[in-house]
């Protein structure tokens, strides 16, 4: 199952919070997977990547309570945590970064607060896409309820289409191979760097 976190309705479309629905959207349109379906408190759409059968699912309970549509389905078809993946925005990472995890906390994103209240574990995959920090004097509502900057939309029209053959890696190979293929290499060797330099300068002060 490859869920999208969003809010549902027009006036939210096009905003940072609905990512995951853009992203979902995206594979949609490149599986050909037009058959959506009300179930759950969400949309679902049934496809294949390779030979597995996959849902698509677009929660329509807004971004707070998107485990209300998550946990129901995945006991409906007698799913796994490990067998969901959840797409969504984050804060804490530049506007078209991407990162794939394999399983964590929330990190204080109540979607995915809601989704590991209701399916009851953890152990989901995640698709993190970035979109930066809220503005001086913005709130953090006000920042996620926004729409992205003219500067940022191409930046995440190319995180959407660089995750869309990570996705399917997930799917068809496992999380752990997507990651290594589609994490950004270079911050990983600079958090090693500074792992490396600290200690000399704690020292040095």
Known sequence: MIVGLGNPGNEYKDTKHNVGWMLIDALAKKLGADNWKTMEKGLVADTRIGIEKVLLVKPQTYMNNSGECIGPIMRYYKMEPEDVIVCHDDMDIPAGTVR???????????????????????????????????????????????????????????????????????????????MNKFNPKKQKKAKKQEKTETPANEEAN
């Open 100 to 178: 794939i995890r394999k399983k964590g906390s929330a990190g204080g994103h109540n979607g995915i607060k809601s989704a590991i209240a209701h399916v009851g574990s953890e152990n989901f995959s995640r698709v993190r896409i970035g979109i930066g920090r809220p503005l001086p004097q913005w709130s953090v509502i006000d920042h996620v309820l926004s729409n992205f900057s003219a500067e940022d939309v191409p930046k995440i029209q190319e995180a959407i289409e660089y995750l869309l053959p990570a996705v399917e890696c997930i799917v068809t190979e496992d999380v752990d191979m997507a």
